[in-house]
DNA sequence: ACCTGAACACCGTTCAAGT
DNA sequence: ACCTGAACACCGTTCAAGT
């Protein structure tokens, strides 16, 4: 049994979004030990999730440098990468939501961000303003979006509407089932309320974001 | 014992943010009761912090509508209103992480915000996407600034840094430490990079998504 | 050095039993 | 109707004991 085993279950775990195989417990009966015996080659559950972040975020990389090119083109591509790894691991974006991630690959990716931005002309209070902007918008679109798909099998204690075969899930028929004169713009949009946190969506919002820190950079400037 | 005895009760424990009296046991003991006296009034966990979100959204509200004003101004306004409360309960930032949140106040709000965008000149499908953007953006906010005051309690099991008299805390430190060759704009920016989610940086965040969209808006009709 | 057994101090929730 | 005791099926982590 050695660290890189059990890093290795821990990650086939959140590959599967197994939230209960990745447990100490879980994780040691996968590896066939006691739960205790994971605590010689790691010093506590967070260390774990840590290793696999930082895996998965030197598998992510970040967009070729394309000197001369489009800033905000490398931005979404490498921000979109970034998304698309937290909505499809909800435990690593559980890991984001605790404490600050500071594996080595999160500081080489923010180092990256921060040359590019640098290198578009913004300033260094811009570059720190624009780079804390991006990444609150990719970790709470993770969040939103996983708080939906969540959401989709559960059906509150409480529940407004009920539900029929037609429309299993809870979250998509709400809106349509309130009353018009409460609610006109709700009612009148729920087909696209729906779709709210979609790849789509992200890009359309992370493409609106980029326009207005550029738009400020560039009032500075003049 | 009654229902609002049990939201009371609730809502004291997230005031002091004290996430251990925040569980069925606790907020037991707290009444005087078992834990299994609580399940007479509510169904289960989740429904209680639905209950405070509900009451601590309506307390919230939103900006005045000021007919003929910015819709900006009242964005900003709607907007910081919940992510101070965000940033200041975090158990309520752990619902929304969990679930959609669908209370009346939530559902009220939604409307409002939606009814502002329209009234701007955001046709059905921009008005939606800028919500989700808003929106996104606000959950993100709270999600790293929570998770940055609890990373200064909290060292990481691989420190990379060692705490001084002087410098009592993990993540400030770091940036400022590592391999200028290596990272050359963290070292630079380090003396900034601690305050990468204040309240200032919030509002210009904001500002910068709120052009962003406004210009979206206008080009489509021109 | 590495693993185990038993324990500590917890969770949310169920269910039969009491008043 | 409302509350309790005991239990179920869990958590992360510590610590003395074994090999």
Redesign the interface.
Known sequence: LTRDDITAAAFRAVERDELDALTMRGLARELGVTAMALYAHV??K??IL?EIIDRVLRDVGVADVDDGGDWKAWMVETTERLQRVLVRYPAL??R?????V?VPAA??R??AV??VL?RAGFD??R???AY??I???????A??E???Q??LR?V???A?VELTEASPFY?PT?FAS?PAS?????V??SP??TS??TDA?FH??L???????E??RSLEQS
């Open positions: 010093e506590n967070d260390e840590d974006l559980d984001y939501c605790r404490r600050p500071g500081l080489e923010m180092e921060l040359d640098r260094d209070r570059c720190i303003a804390a902007t990444q609150t918008y990719t970790l709470g679109f969040a939103l996983t708080a939906r969540r959401g559960q509150p204690a409480r407004v979250w709400l309130l409460e609610y006109p713009n709700l009148r949009l696209d309320l709210f946190t969506q359309d919002g493409l609106a974001i980029l326009d207005g820190l738009s400020e």
